[in-house]
């Protein structure tokens, strides 16, 4: 079975931190890219950054030099590290997979699975 369950929401002030981090169980995690989407209230799910099966990375314009997707690997886990965060990055936060032919494909749409998701207000 297929899981992705993330965590690391919470409340934060405007300008301040927080660290989300993806466990993921029931497939070839190193063949798969990994994503963060976020859902604001009352607006559709949007892609915000991925991380290919070799590590190249691409992110939202929005959230560029604030934002850092990294994984693991050996642990299986994906971390979005938050910075200087802004009321507008308010939401549910997802990650999703999806394997790609190429290890080098990472994309903001398109996921096979994703979690639950994880919750992140940001006060202003």
């Known amino acids: 079975e297929v899981q992705l369950v993330e965590s690391g929401g919470g409340l934060v002030q405007a300008g301040g931190s927080l660290r989300l981090s993806c466990v993921v169980s029931?497939?070839?995690?190193?063949?798969?890219?990994i994503g963060w989407f976020r859902q604001a209230p009352g607006k559709g799910r949007e892609g915000i950054s991925c991380?290919?099966?070799?590590?190249?990375?691409h992110y939202l314009e929005s959230v560029k030099h604030r934002f850092t997707i990294s994984r693991d690997n050996a642990k299986k886990e994906v971390y979005l590290q938050m910075n200087s965060l802004k009321s507008e990055d308010t939401g549910v936060y997802f990650c999703?997979?999806?394997?790609?032919?190429?290890?080098?494909?990472?994309?903001?749409?398109?996921?096979?699975?994703y979690g639950k998701g994880t919750l992140v207000t940001v006060s202003s």
């Open positions: 999703a997979a999806r394997q790609y032919i190429s290890r080098k494909y990472c994309f903001l749409d398109g996921m096979e699975y």
């Open positions: 029931g497939f070839t995690f190193e063949d798969y890219a």
């Open positions: 991380i290919s099966s070799d590590s190249i990375t």
